[in-house]
């Protein structure tokens, strides 16, 4: 589909694991369970018992933002700092699968519409 405008909510742009990594054998696409580290304290998405917890993630693509103003939170893939969470205003992107995700994701989710009202 090529090259998109996408919708402009979170400056930045979607970019290819491989391309940003500076490891040649990085496994793409990344398929696994990672723990998830709070960038930023100060929200109301992840109290304390969600941080270092495990998502499930798969992807070969990664939100490389503007300004980490909207990082909430990252996991570490090989090289790479990927966000995995992002916000700005009353808009939240997940690189992972909340609902893949178990006790962790489904308390994410609501936390995240809780976080909404």
Known sequence: M???EGLNYIPGEVISMKNKSKIKDIKIPHINWNKI????ETNRIF?????????????SFMANIENDKNL???CSYYDLKVPAVVKSE???GLQFHPEKS???GLKLL???????L
């Open 102 to 104: 178990g006790k962790n």
């Open 90 to 92: 009353n808009i939240t």
């Open 110 to 116: 609501k936390n995240i519409f809780e976080s909404l």
């Open 2 to 4: 090529g090259e998109q």
């Open 37 to 40: 580290k709070i960038y930023k």
């Open 47 to 59: 109290p304390k018992d969600l941080i270092n917890r495990s998502f499930y993630f798969i992807h």
């Open 72 to 74: 909430i939170a990252f």
